[in-house]
């Protein structure tokens, strides 16, 4: 049986969403994770890459079962750190970028429901100046990662788990 072609296709159930100035250092890192995944060609996982979160992207959410937010931090543990999130208020709904968990609080604002289940993986960032490479410590984290990655292959539920990536 074919699609009917009047539908438009239903999203894919994971959103890794990466964001960050390729730009500025290891603020890099949540694009170039995301650079990675789209390599793998993930069954039911859809990437979506930008420099940072906007209320627009709200409509990137539904119909999802997870996502998944990807981003560089300076306070992180390393190599990374994976935590589930909820929506919450905070100021930066009123500025140009928005923190995932604002995004979560717009989306329960706009469609009066939860948003999806939604977790943060924090990749260790250590330098963010405009003009500069990723640092060497940031590439072994980032490194860490995508070793988790290739270990569990195509299975991008059984890999985040519990909270926490599975080790």
Same mark, same amino acid.
């Given at each position: 049986?074919?699609?009917?072609?009047?539908m438009?296709?239903?999203?894919?159930?994971?959103?890794c969403?990466?964001?960050?100035?390729?730009?500025r250092g290891d603020?890099?890192?949540g694009?170039?994770?995301?650079?990675?995944?789209e390599?793998?060609e993930?069954?039911?996982?859809e990437?979506?890459?930008?420099?940072?979160?906007?209320v627009?992207?709200?409509?990137e +959410?539904?119909? !999802?079962?997870?996502?998944?937010f990807?981003?560089?931090d300076? %306070?992180?543990e =390393?190599?990374f750190?994976?935590?589930q999130?909820?929506?919450?208020?905070?100021?930066?709904?009123?500025?140009?970028?928005m923190?995932?968990?604002?995004?979560?609080?717009?989306?329960?604002?706009?469609?009066?429901?939860?948003?999806?289940p939604?977790?943060? +993986?924090?990749? !260790?960032?250590?330098?963010?100046?405009?003009?500069e490479?990723l %640092?060497?410590? =940031?590439?072994?984290?980032?490194?860490e990662v995508?070793?988790?990655?290739?270990?569990?292959?195509s299975?991008?539920?059984?890999?985040?788990?519990?909270?926490?990536?599975?080790?």
């Open positions: 049986m074919s699609a009917n072609p009047a438009p296709p239903s999203p894919k159930k994971i959103l969403f990466g964001y960050g100035n390729p730009g603020d890099a890192l694009p170039e994770l995301i650079n990675y995944i390599t793998q993930l069954k039911n996982v990437c979506i890459c930008d420099m940072q979160l906007q627009e992207d709200i409509t +959410l539904t119909g !999802r079962e997870k996502i998944i990807i981003d560089a300076m %306070s992180c =390393a190599p750190q994976y935590s999130i909820s929506a919450r208020k905070d100021c930066s709904y009123t500025s140009h970028a923190t995932p968990e604002a995004l979560l609080y717009a989306y329960w604002k706009t469609y009066g429901k939860e948003a999806p939604a977790y943060m +993986l924090r990749i !260790r960032g250590y330098q963010f100046e405009l003009g490479s %640092s060497t410590a =940031a590439e072994v984290n980032l490194g995508r070793k988790l990655l290739r270990i569990w292959g299975d991008m539920n059984s890999l985040f788990i519990n909270n926490k990536i599975k080790d």
